[in-house]
């Protein structure tokens, strides 16, 4: 449709309603006689021209040239669309290329071939969930009196697969509505009537809801065969499909030997490359994984063996000397061999407990219950069993286990495999990138089952949604429940042992989860300077501070020996004033995210700007007037190496000590990020807190400098005890010196003039400290000696 400038539509409004007027409504046929129209089609090949096309071929065969006047031929579409009818729109179907449709359910839908054999199971289990629910109001449909359970047979050397089941089977025209097909889901039809009921319910035991799974079979077949019999009909029925057709065959099963009872056979033959999911040990593997909580019993046929003991045939050389040997007592030769044979096992036997009543599963079941869904050999920490109703439902095992995985490769990789999702007991998947848990609590083993979880069609994938994340967030609170449980337990021990194993997980919460920080912070544990051998929990600090303390005093270092004796402790320890030790590398980061706790703010001791609650206005001006010289020169003397030199707060027996902008890393931190193997090393100097060098004024070194720069601040000694100050400073504070072969030989130096001769020995001392007296000595027996050798002259 051509585009109309703005004064194009103002005119033909005007003149549309002239038009709608006139007495002789005007024709494609009628000329122009009045000026108006004349106006009007002027207007309007001025329109078409300006419209931006210049298709010169399509406008002239819809404008025509009679008697001298412009006509056009789509005169009326402008001014009277609104009046006229749309033409009535013919409807269509979507159509579907059959063939391609299978070829992307089989090779696109599923990413997981073993699958095919737990959505063939889940259709047989709905079956057999049928026949039971109708068999409430038609007894006669269970007139054969078979039990309702699901059978699978392999034929490894051929590569085939037979799956049985009792269930409900299918008339002809079931096979063609179910099976013929594609995307009709039996179940949700069955489902649908169901609810429409008036007598009776939904069942919520049924699983299937896509109408798809039956046709992955294709997976791992070049030919599936479906025989089936219902109880509704007399006659049995066979269908047959291949992978690669567009088309299936029904036919009669007339075999006799073929004929069932009731129910469903499907017959599998195996691509060559999947013939080894034709293994009973494979199949075994794959029904405990994917249905082991199905709620029929599941048979397949295993190989098994017995032992007995058989006689062995004797040599006759032997048998020859027996005989000669009358007197040896005859015994039958005999050994053991393994008899093998051939027969049903059940394979699905742990029953799903979480469907029970909480109250009615002992300790015992849980704990067995956990070893054989995960493997285990330990009884766990703590279970928790809980039912969750509302806008979402679900139920839940979780459990805290005793000792973490080797390696403890989960913190770095939320991938674990932990979590087991199942939809109507049907195992679903357990590979979840953080959808259902944390990363920090990807420890954490269980099993969630949901009828109504929004999965996608080949239900293997979860899909983010509002659901999820209402169960993501029950699931981390009952989870935190737990392992407060353990924390408030009698047995101490229990939650040492868990903090052991996890208490790296849930201080990398405090990192990733801001949300959950009034949760984890009670979890946590640590050393103190008043508990070095047993960790304290977060509310125990509370508790033992002083009334007029006002904050949570921490120190961060690399063990708690070197945090007990870092000199930043020493009036704190004086005032019995408790610091925590961060003696784990997460640990200071874990902190600095938490911030406060019960609105006690984290202090860290070796940062500047620390208050102890001992300040005095007076003292501190005083000490300002008297070392603020000294201040200066050493600052002078120090350079760019620290941002300002102070008097300090926090020091009682050491004479200086460096401590960390209040913005910047510590020397814990700046000491981690440089042991970083992929740490970006440009950013050490940006990162870097700003140094800021405290003096003591009470102790006798500093009081001496403070001498030395009113009575000589350009001593050589002095400066160079300022820069050894420094270094040592640097060391004691738990920062890395820069050249640390210049400070040993500085300390070597002063070691040097400090031990001069003081353990040398009695020979080696006499000879020089004792040259002059003895020279004296020689000097007034020269003055003797003369005298007698005057007296013999």
């Known amino acids: 449709m051509h585009r109309l400038s703005r004064r194009s539509i103002a005119v033909l409004r005007t003149t549309g309603a002239a038009r709608r007027t006139a007495p002789a409504p005007i024709t494609p046929a009628s000329p122009f006689n009045d000026s108006v129209g004349q106006n ?26 009679r008697n001298g006047l412009l006509l056009g031929n789509r005169y009326e579409s402008t001014a009277a669309a609104s009046d006229a009818s749309d ?30 054999l737990r959505e063939l199971i889940s259709n047989a289990s709905d079956a057999l969930d ?41 008339t002809r025209q079931e096979l063609v509505d179910c099976l013929g097909t594609i995307a009709q889901s039996g179940t949700a039809k ?57 088309s299936y065959t029904i036919r009669e099963e007339t075999d006799p030997e073929k004929l069932i009872p009731r129910g469903t056979r499907l017959t599998l033959y195996l691509k060559r490359d999947d013939k080894d999911f034709a293994h009973p040990e494979r199949v075994q593997k794959l029904v405990k994984n994917y249905s082991q909580f199905v709620s029929f019993p599941i048979y397949t046929w ?22 000669q040997d009358e007197k040896a007592e005859k015994k039958k030769k005999t050994k053991t061999v393994v008899e093998r044979y051939w027969d049903w096992e059940q394979t699905n036997e742990t029953q799903p407990i979480w469907l029970r009543n909480p109250k009615e599963v002992s300790t015992e079941e849980y704990n067995e219950f956990y070893k054989k869904a995960f493997n285990e050999y330990l009884d766990p920490l703590a279970s928790s069993h809980f039912t969750t109703e509302g806008e979402v439902e679900f139920r839940s095992i979780l459990y805290v286990p005793a000792i973490a995985p080797m390696g403890k490769e989960d913190i770095v990789n939320p991938k674990t495999k932990n979590i087991r999702l199942y939809v109507k007991r049907v195992f ?31 239900r293997e994938i979860l899909q983010e949604s509002r659901i999820v994340r209402i169960m993501r967030k029950r699931l981390v609170r009952k989870a935190f429940d737990m392992i407060l449980g353990i924390s408030l337990s009698e047995n101490r021990e229990d939650y040492e042992k868990f903090w052991e194993n996890f208490g790296k997980h849930l201080k990398l919460g405090c990192i990733e989860d801001r949300e959950n920080h009034k949760r984890l912070a009670p979890l946590l544990r640590f050393f103190s300077s008043q508990s070095e051998n047993e960790m304290i929990s977060l509310d125990e600090y509370v508790e033992n501070m002083k009334l007029e303390q006002k904050d949570i005093y921490y120190i961060a270092s690399d063990s708690v020996t070197s945090a007990r004796n870092t ?5 704190l320890l004086e005032k019995d004033l408790e610091v925590l030790f961060l003696v ?17 703010n984290f202090v860290d001791i070796s940062k500047e700007d620390l208050d102890i609650g001992d300040k005095s206005e007076e003292k501190e001006k005083e000490m300002k007037q008297e070392f603020g010289q000294t201040c200066d020169w050493i600052k002078k003397r120090l350079g760019d190496k620290v941002a300002s030199v102070q008097i300090s707060n926090r020091l009682s027996t050491s004479p200086c000590v460096l401590v960390s902008g209040k913005f910047g890393w510590s020397a814990n931190m700046e000491r981690l990020m440089k042991a970083q193997a992929v740490g970006d090393t440009s950013s050490l100097d940006f990162m870097r807190g700003r140094r800021v060098f405290e003096i003591n004024p009470e102790h006798p070194i500093i009081k001496n400098l403070n001498a030395a720069c009113k009575s000589g601040p350009d001593d050589e000694e002095a400066l160079r005890a300022i820069d050894l100050l420094y270094d040592t400073a640097l060391i004691s504070s738990g920062f890395t010196p820069e050249n640390p072969a210049q400070l040993g030989g500085k300390i070597y130096e002063m070691m040097g003039m400090a031990l001069s001769g003081k353990w040398a020995s009695p020979d080696a001392g006499s000879q020089v400290p004792a040259a002059e007296p003895n020279n004296t000595q020689t000097l007034e027996a020269e003055v003797v000696e003369p005298v007698e050798a005057g007296n013999q002259k």
């Open 40 to 65: 009007d089609a002027k207007l309007r090949w001025y329109s078409v021209l300006a419209s931006g096309r210049s298709d010169a071929g399509r406008n002239s065969t819809q404008l025509n040239l």
């Open 87 to 116: 033409p009535p729109a013919e409807k269509f179907e979507y159509q579907a290329e059959v063939s391609r449709l299978m070829d992307l359910i089989v090779h696109s839908l599923y990413s997981n071939k073993e699958v095919f």
């Open 130 to 170: 049928k026949l039971r629910f109708l068999s409430v109001t038609e007894p006669q449909l269970l007139k054969d009196g078979l039990d309702l359970d699901i059978r699978i047979q392999t034929d490894k050397d051929n590569g085939i697969i037979h799956l049985t089941d009792s269930g409900i089977g299918m």
């Open 190 to 246: 069955f489902l649908k009537a169901v609810k429409e009921s008036k007598d009776s319910g939904a069942d919520s035991n049924l699983i299937g809801q896509f109408g798809v799974g039956f046709y992955s079979a294709f997976l791992v077949s070049d030919r599936v065969v479906v025989s089936t019999k219902s109880p509704k009909s007399d006659k049995q029925y066979v269908w047959e499909g291949k992978a690669d057709a567009s």
């Open 302 to 323: 295993q190989e098994k063996g017995y032992t007995k003991e058989v006689e062995v045939e004797e040599d006759p050389a032997e048998a020859k000397k027996d005989e």
């Open 428 to 458: 679903i998947s357990d590979d979840f990138d953080g959808e259902l848990f944390p990363r920090y609590l990807s420890f954490v083993k269980g099993v969630v089952d949901s009828n109504d979880l929004p999965l996608n069609v080949s």
């Open 567 to 571: 000199p930043f402790l020493e009036k």
């Open 584 to 600: 784990d590398p997460i640990d200071e980061v874990a902190i600095t995210n938490l911030k406060s706790y019960k609105e006690k």
